[in-house]
């Protein structure tokens, strides 16, 4: 009977024609883990949402193809699972998925033994899927190693760049400082211990991120300054973004102010930005006021479509005209930069927010020739125009 049973699961699984991607979504995890165990190969899970445009064209270019099907058929049981059905909740929380699709490698215990992640062509997706089956490259194996000696950068750099495959960034720094904790302050002024700050290090407070700050010019002459650069923003990026993204105020002011610190131009425009969307979002609009007139000029000022954002946000939500007038010079400055329709228009609505007439009739004309020397429709403009010469 169990022989039928597991003959039964066998067709289950390989019931797959040529014209069908995917094994159907009711088998079971647990099925698929005992079906791996009765025909002891790994199990392959694809974690999909229907809304991911990457899942779907994974489904369209590789998983469409017989090839592709018949390999995973023969190497592995296959599983695919939505995370917004119950099962594929379970499996997006209990291996940390935050990226889609996420393809995982198990044993038939359960453990991790390869994970993917995004989009990639049939020949990469096959290539990585067949690096999934050889022990040696198998992240058990590769952490195993590492441990043994955390200081070989070679055992780490395999160890990280497997991991990489399958992780979002956060998730590598605890191996990251594993390795770079055997590194004295020295030795961290290398080639190749740049490359492990770079890709594993995310935290704005570790010894490693603070001692490239203070030792940015010793650092470029091994790597270089752009590349310094662009570690300073992603750490800041890294470090502001989520709070950002889930409107929390209390944590964000308080890492805010450990990003100021760093004192760099590219670092205080991010912290601005940053500080200008989340006032939006919760509708500070005095505190909108005050990082924009202590900072726009000396960090924006260069950026003209910026500045027109920066304008139609107090032509909808400031109404003091001091501030207001503030407002104005920058959006005016934009025309210096660049002399547009939208800009003169913006600048004649703010005229007008503060009952300057005579200037709010100037920039609307304005708009208007630029808009028929451009044979573009100026109904916004000229609406604007007929207001001003009614009142």
């Known amino acids: 009977m169990r022989f039928i049973y ?10 797959v024609n040529s014209q069908n991607q995917f094994v159907s979504d009711d088998v079971s995890y647990k099925t698929g883990l005992e079906a791996a165990k009765a025909q002891n190969k790994p199990l392959f899970v694809m974690l999909f949402a229907d809304w991911c445009p990457h899942c779907n064209q994974m489904k369209k270019d590789v998983f469409s193809d017989p090839s592709v099907i018949d390999f995973l058929r023969k190497n592995y049981v296959c599983i695919f699972k939505n995370i917004e059905k119950e099962e594929g909740k379970t499996l997006k929380e209990k291996y940390n998925t935050k990226s889609l699709p996420t393809f995982l ?17 049939k ?24 441990l043994s000696d955390p200081g070989n950068s070679a055992k780490f750099f395999a160890y990280l760049n497997t991991l990489k495959k399958g992780k979002d960034r956060t998730d590598l720094s605890h191996v990251t400082h594993l390795y770079l904790n055997t590194q004295s302050d020295t030795q961290l002024l290398s080639e190749t211990n740049w490359r492990a700050i770079a890709n594993g290090v995310t935290d704005i407070n570790s010894r490693e991120f603070q001692f490239v700050l203070k030792h940015q010019k010793e650092f470029a002459a091994v790597a270089s300054q752009n590349r310094i650069d662009r570690k300073i923003e ?22 805010r102010e450990i990003a100021k610190s760093i004192r760099l131009q590219k670092t205080d425009s991010l912290v601005f930005k940053f500080d200008l969307t989340l006032a939006e979002r919760t509708e500070k609009w005095q505190f909108y006021k ?8 000396k960090l924006v000022w260069n950026d003209a479509s910026f500045l027109k954002d920066i304008g139609q946000t107090y032509l909808k939500h400031i109404k003091d005209t001091e501030s207001l007038k503030k407002s104005i010079s920058w959006v005016k400055h934009s025309l210096e930069l660049n002399d547009s329709y939208d800009g003169n228009l913006l600048v004649a609505r703010l005229y ?14 304005d708009a ?6 451009m044979t573009w429709n100026t109904k916004d403009a000229d609406a604007l125009l007929t207001e ?3 009142k």
């Open 6 to 15: 597991f003959f039964f699961l066998l067709l289950t699984f390989s019931n």
């Open 105 to 121: 490698f198990l044993d038939s215990e359960e453990t991790l033994l390869y994970v993917l992640k995004g989009e990639m062509t």
């Open 123 to 146: 020949t990469d997706f096959m290539t990585e899927a067949g690096y999934a089956l050889k022990p040696t490259m198998q992240l058990p194996y590769l952490e195993k190693e590492f």
């Open 234 to 255: 992603s750490i800041v990026n890294e470090l502001l973004r989520p709070l950002v993204d889930n409107l929390d105020t209390v944590n964000y002011y308080k890492q």
């Open 290 to 297: 005050k990082v924009t007139i202590e900072d726009t000029q």
């Open 352 to 365: 007008k927010k503060i009952n300057d007439k005579k200037s709010a009739l100037k920039y609307t004309k």
């Open 368 to 373: 208007i020739a630029i808009g028929k020397q």
């Open 388 to 390: 001003l010469n009614t």
